[in-house]
């Protein structure tokens, strides 16, 4: 069955660093557009990231733009998302997410699979 499994998350201090990644198995991983997310605590889940399939095209919100970068292995099908200059409001579980076609979109409602996510908590 597929799996997408992230790993990477923890404690980071406000300006420090985190890279995230998201192992995958048991879909064609080329095949896919491939997403980041994260829900806050009584926030609704929100769009943090997306790449192509060829790894090309990355698509981020505006929130992230120039600190977050999202990147894709396709020889061992893994997504990540490095993040830079993290603040305390980029404490949130992040879910990466798998969706077919060749669209980068926003809407989480377009991904197919979702992995269990993982905790990133920034301290000021």
């Known amino acids: 069955q597929v799996q997408l499994v992230e790993s990477g998350g923890g404690l980071a201090q406000a300006g420090g660093s985190l890279r995230l990644s998201c192992a995958t198995s048991?879909?064609?991983?080329?095949?896919?557009?491939m997403g980041w997310f994260r829900q806050a605590p009584g926030k609704e889940r929100e769009f943090v990231a997306a790449i192509s399939r060829t790894g090309i095209s990355p698509y981020y919100a505006d929130s992230v733009k120039g600190r977050f970068t999202i990147s894709r292995d396709n020889a061992k099908n893994t997504v990540y998302l490095q993040m830079n200059s993290l603040e305390p409001e980029h404490t949130a579980v992040y879910y990466c997410?798998?969706?077919?076609?060749?669209?980068?979109?926003?809407?989480?409602?377009?991904?197919?699979?979702w992995g269990q996510g993982t905790q990133v908590t920034v301290s000021s």
């Open positions: 048991g879909l064609t991983f080329s095949t896919y557009v």
């Open positions: 997410a798998a969706k077919s076609g060749v669209l980068l979109d926003r809407n989480p409602k377009t991904y197919t699979y």
